[in-house]
């Protein structure tokens, strides 16, 4: 049968459907198999063949038809899993009720009667033939997500068969599936032959899978995180038997992905890549899979679920959280590193040949794959960050944070890539690594400097500082976070760099600026903090810095001297009035960009993007710890009764110290936020500023001395000058240095939910799974 005929049997199929008015009985096979047993449609097909209007059709005036269809389809599909599926017939059943399940299930979702059907169970659906068989049948959810599991291990289907053609069919039942892990890596050696067949048939299962647990999408953002999805939860528990070689599976055909196509440039355009479209879908289910909150982490840094800790019974763990935090082999943590270095870098790749290698598309989910790797494995973590590897995360999120810095629709992945470089900067090694030279020379809308990868992280976060777009203010504490916890460990600034930290210094202590909202004040303790780290730890190679600050001295003086009485305060705020400019975006000598780069462009107009719920406040999103002598930390959880702004400009909000500012600055009739002379007064007072104005004290004259006996007005003299000065002695004694951790929170579970389903289902789009359905969980918005 042609496939003109077998789509035109399926649409009057649909059609019938939609205009039976009566409920067709689930006995009535001839009526049923139009839809699965003589049709070869593809899932473009399928999208086409049955519109969005007639599923809601058949869903609001005869339900039981669509409840029959949703039960007989999957009826199918656990036939073809106990069968093994050895016909072609067989083969092809299974994809079509896969499709067509994958067309229907968001319309279920999205109508609140209907969220239930699949957690009940179908009369007479039980395990036997039994009269007492209601009882222990399986709601239909179970048995549809069993069967699937089933599937993805299918000899001659899914995978390769092992048998020689002298013995019998393999038995699915007595299967063991970790002997068919799709591909070597972690925990699994042997790489089997590529086959596009099984790629094309695992993929649209998985896409079947990850259609089911996009349930998610269709509830609001619950306010505590802990909406468990019984989809992913059963899915990753005990009863899926496959659950540790699927979690394998997917794991490492995400790592062990090339797309570069062994080497050759140009492969890419003379064989089609069947991978990548299987690559991208396996990230996608491992993450959704990966979504688990009730963790916490234990002394040796594994991870247990709450079962030990209180008397209620345990809670289903999920075995893919559970395998991802017992990973611990240093070759699977290479294998896993390594492939998922490559695959970001793989947009970096400058040959000299446009278009020699294939641009892949899936980095969000790669950067949030990553991020639960480093939050559920410390010793993952640890691996990351002993030795240089690491950069080969940094440069390209860097690269992904300047190039979608103007991009509204790009706001998700800015938030994410920054709480990666947040979670790493916790740890003492990741400011060492920074020192190492960047040479790398990937083209970054960027000025060009001579400098390690610190410099590179300062350039590119005043780049997005200056001049990223308004919906990235909330970020700024976040970025200053990052060079405060990092700046203890930096040997040498560039000049370039130094220069950029004072241009900040520079943008935020304007007095409109600082007057202008309740917590920008924040962004100038940060960047004050960062000088003193530098100044009394890492003074001998900054001589850089030490200059742009002697050059930048009067910004620091005007600190010092900030005006607090209500007149100027008025004044200062009439002037941004005239220039609500966010930053000076001026002042900054740009110099020129890397050759080669594109200027970060921003979203074109039209562009779909998700909304995102509010990130938690730096001060939720971190926790202060102190570095001992011995390098070791210890946390210092602000006191109840302590003034917590002394050591942190970021005070928890509904603290003591918060409530006082608010008290202080007064709100106007309007709501208005309005800053008062105590409010200024009992910030200004704090600003930590002996350091540096000892600084000035004692070099100051001494450079200006050098200027006058020399007549110089060359730098490169006074700079060896400050090379070999020292501050002993002179100097405060030194403050004990503060790291600002990550720590988990369910604001920050909540983001990420939300983010991650936003963006699978803007990268969804052929077939658009959930276009034009009603979620819940984001808005989709227009740029």
Request: charged share 20%.
């Amino acid at each position: 049968m042609g496939s003109a005929d077998s789509k035109l049997n399926f649409r009057k199929a649909v059609i019938q459907l939609t205009t039976k008015t009566q409920p067709v009985e689930a006995t009535d096979d001839a009526f049923w198999d139009q839809f699965w047993a003589d049709t070869a449609t593809s899932v473009q097909d399928v999208f086409a063949l049955v519109p969005a209007a007639e599923i809601r059709a058949v869903r609001e005036e005869s339900p039981s038809n669509l409840a029959t269809l949703c039960y007989k389809a999957v009826e199918k599909l656990v036939q073809g899993a106990e069968s093994g599926c050895h016909s072609e017939k067989e083969k092809q059943i299974v994809l079509n009720c896969s499709r067509l399940l994958t067309r229907v299930l968001p319309y279920i979702f999205e109508d609140p009667d209907w969220r239930g059907f699949f957690w009940s169970t179908v009369p007479g659906a039980g395990r036997g033939a039994g009269e007492d068989d209601d009882e222990n049948a399986r709601p239909l959810a179970e048995s549809l997500l069993l069967a699937v599991a089933d599937l993805l291990f299918c000899p001659d289907f899914t995978v390769q068969s092992h048998r020689r053609s002298t013995d019998s069919a393999e038995d699915i039942h007595s299967l063991d599936s970790c002997e068919y892990i799709w591909e070597a890596g972690v925990g699994f050696a042997h790489s089997p032959q590529p086959n596009y067949n099984h790629d094309m048939n695992r993929m649209e299962l998985l896409k079947l899978l990850l259609t089911c647990f996009s349930e998610a999408m269709y509830l609001p953002p619950a306010p505590d995180s802990s909406s468990v999805n019984p989809w992913v939860q059963f899915f990753c528990s005990t009863e899926n038997r496959h659950a540790l070689p699927l979690f394998t599976s997917l794991l490492n055909t995400v790592c062990a992905y090339d797309p570069v196509g062994y080497g050759i440039p140009y492969n890419h355009l003379l064989f089609s890549d069947h991978r990548e479209p299987l690559v991208e879908e396996a990230a996608q289910v491992l993450i959704v899979s990966l979504d688990h909150d009730c963790a916490t982490p234990t002394v040796d840094g594994t991870t247990t679920g709450t079962a030990m800790d209180d008397a209620d019974p345990p809670g289903p763990e999920n075995l893919f959280v559970n395998y991802l935090s017992r990973i611990h082999r240093e070759e699977d943590f290479q294998f896993i590193l390594k492939g998922i270095a490559r695959l970001l870098s793989n947009p970096l790749l400058q040959t000299y040949l446009p278009n020699s290698t294939k641009k892949i598309q899936f980095h969000q989910e790669l950067l949030v794959l990553f991020w639960k790797l480093c939050d559920f494995n410390k010793k993952f973590l640890f691996f990351v960050l002993k030795s240089s590897d690491v950069l080969d995360i940094l440069v390209p999120i860097l690269y992904f944070l300047n190039d979608a810095r103007a991009d509204q629709s790009r706001v998700g992945l800015m938030h994410i890539g920054v709480f990666i470089l947040l979670l790493l900067s916790g740890e003492r090694n990741f400011g060492v690594r920074l020192n190492k030279p960047y040479s790398v020379r990937v083209p970054m809308d960027i000025p060009v400097f001579t400098g390690t990868h610190a410099d590179l992280l300062i350039v590119v976060f005043h780049k997005i500082i200056t001049s990223g777009h308004q919906r990235l203010q909330p970020l700024f504490d976040c970025l200053l976070t990052i060079v405060v916890n990092v700046s203890p460990y930096l040997k040498s600034l560039s000049m370039v760099a130094a220069n950029k930290l004072l241009h900040l210094l520079e943008a935020f202590s304007t007095t409109w600026f600082l007057f202008s909202a309740a917590q920008n004040h924040h962004l100038v303790f940060f960047l004050l903090e960062v000088f003193n780290n530098i100044i009394q730890y890492q003074f001998d190679g900054n001589s850089n810095l030490v200059y742009a600050i002697i050059r930048k001295r009067g910004v620091f003086h005007q600190l010092a001297n900030l005006p607090t009485d209500p007149p100027a305060i008025h004044k200062a705020l009439q002037r941004r009035r005239r220039a609500p400019e966010a930053l000076s975006r001026t002042s900054s000598q740009e110099g020129v960009s890397m050759e080669g780069s594109h200027p970060a462009a921003p979203a074109e107009p039209g562009t779909l993007k998700a909304s995102l719920v509010a990130t938690p406040g730096i001060e939720k999103l971190t926790e202060k710890s102190q570095v001992s002598e011995d390098g070791t930390l210890r946390s210092l959880e602000p006191a109840p009764q302590q003034n917590s702004a002394e050591c942190s400009p970021a005070s928890e909000e509904p603290s003591q110290a918060w409530r006082e500012q608010r008290r202080l600055s007064s709100a106007s009739a309007s709501g208005q936020w309005s800053p008062t002379s105590e409010w200024v007064l009992s910030w200004k007072s704090k600003l930590p500023l002996q350091t540096i104005m000892r600084l000035l004290q004692v070099l100051v004259p001494q450079v200006e001395k050098i200027c006058i006996d020399k007549g110089l007005t060359d730098e490169s003299e006074i700079l060896r000058f400050l090379q070999h000065g020292t501050l002993v002695g002179l100097l405060p004694v030194p403050h004990p240095i503060l790291i600002r951790k990550y720590q988990a929170s369910s604001g920050a579970a909540r983001w990420l939910r939300t983010y991650l389903w936003g963006a699978i289902y803007l990268r969804n789009v052929d077939p658009p799974v959930w276009y034009d359905t009603d979620v819940k969980l984001f808005e989709i918005q227009r740029v």
